[in-house]
C-alpha cells in the first residue's frame, strides 16, 4: 500500500495533474467528500487529507509515504526524517514582511527600533530578522495576520503574499521579501528504501511533469 498526504484547495488542485501523469485517479473530490481516506483507481494506492502544516508530520512518522508541502511549512517543521527530492513548482507565492501603509518600517529598522511582528512563521520570522541584526517580538497567529496591525497587536507581519490583494484591502504593503514559496515532494526516507519500486515511478511521473 502507498500512502499519499495532501491538504484540501489549491495544493490538492494542483497536484491533480502531477497524480494524473502517474496514473493515479482519486475515487472522490475532498471538497464534496467528508472521507479523510481517499481510494485511487489503484487498489494499493490511497490519499489523506491533512491540514497544510501537518504534512509533513504525517510523513516524518511513517502514516504516510509521500506528501506534498509548501517550503513555508517545510522549514517551519524543519524537515527531519524527510527526502525532498523535487520542487513540483506549484502553490507558488512569496514570503514577505508587510507594514501599515504609512508606517516607515524602513526607518524603524534603520533606527534600531524593536519591531512586534505577527506571523504563523516564527521561525522563519525570527531567522529572518536575526540574521538582519533586527531586534523583533515575534508573536505566533493561527490565521488573519493582516489583522494585527490594525488593531495594535503588532508594528509587521510576516506572511505569504501571491496577488497582493489581501494586503492592499487591509491597507498594508510588502515591505521586504524573504524567500519564494513552492511546494516539495516530500517522502518518508525509511520508505524510499523499502517501497522503492512503487515510489521511484511517482517521483519520475512527476518530475517529467512539472512546469519549469
Ligand atoms: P488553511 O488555509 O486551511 O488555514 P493553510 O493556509 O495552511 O491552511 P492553504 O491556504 O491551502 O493552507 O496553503 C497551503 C500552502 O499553499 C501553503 O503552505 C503555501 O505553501 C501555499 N500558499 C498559501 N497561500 C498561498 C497563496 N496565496 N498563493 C499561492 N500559494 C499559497
Ligand atoms: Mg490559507
Redesign the pocket.
Known amino acids: 500500500m502507498l500512502t499519499i498526504a495532501l491538504?484540501?484547495?489549491?495544493?490538492?488542485d494542483e497536484t491533480l495533474p502531477l497524480l494524473a501523469a502517474a496514473n493515479i485517479i482519486p475515487a472522490e473530490d475532498p471538497e464534496s467528500s467528508r472521507k479523510l481516506i481517499l481510494a485511487t483507481n489503484h487498489p494499493d494506492v490511497r490519499l489523506v487529507i491533512v491540514?497544510?502544516?501537518d504534512v509533513p508530520t504525517y510523513v516524518q512518522h511513517g502514516a504516510a509515504d509521500l506528501g506534498i508541502?509548501?517550503?513555508?511549512?517545510l522549514i517551519e517543521h524543519g524537515g527531519a526524517g524527510l527526502y525532498q527530492p523535487l520542487d513540483l513548482n506549484?502553490?507558488?507565492?512569496k514570503m514577505m514582511v508587510a507594514a501599515p501603509n504609512g508606517f516607515d518600517y524602513a526607518a524603524a529598522v534603520q533606527h534600531g527600533a524593536r519591531l512586534s511582528v505577527a506571523t504563523?512563521y516564527p521561525n522563519i520570522a525570527r531567522e529572518h530578522f536575526a540574521a538582519k541584526g533586527v531586534h523583533v517580538d515575534v508573536i505566533k497567529l493561527?490565521?488573519s495576520m493582516e489583522l494585527a496591525p490594525l488593531v495594535g497587536l503588532a508594528d509587521a507581519i510576516v506572511d505569504?503574499?501571491?496577488?497582493g490583494g489581501?494586503l492592499k484591502a487591509n491597507n498594508l504593503t510588502p515591505v521586504e521579501h524573504i524567500l519564494d514559496?513552492?511546494?516539495q515532494l516530500i517522502v518518508n526516507q525509511a520508505a524510499l528504501k523499502l517501497k522503492h519500486a512503487a515510489i521511484r515511478p511517482v517521483i519520475d511521473a512527476f518530475a517529467a511533469t512539472v512546469k519549469r
Open positions: 491538504s484540501k484547495g489549491r495544493i490538492f491540514r497544510a502544516t508541502a509548501g517550503r513555508d511549512v506549484i502553490a507558488c507565492c504563523k493561527y490565521g505569504l503574499v501571491s496577488t489581501t514559496i513552492s511546494s
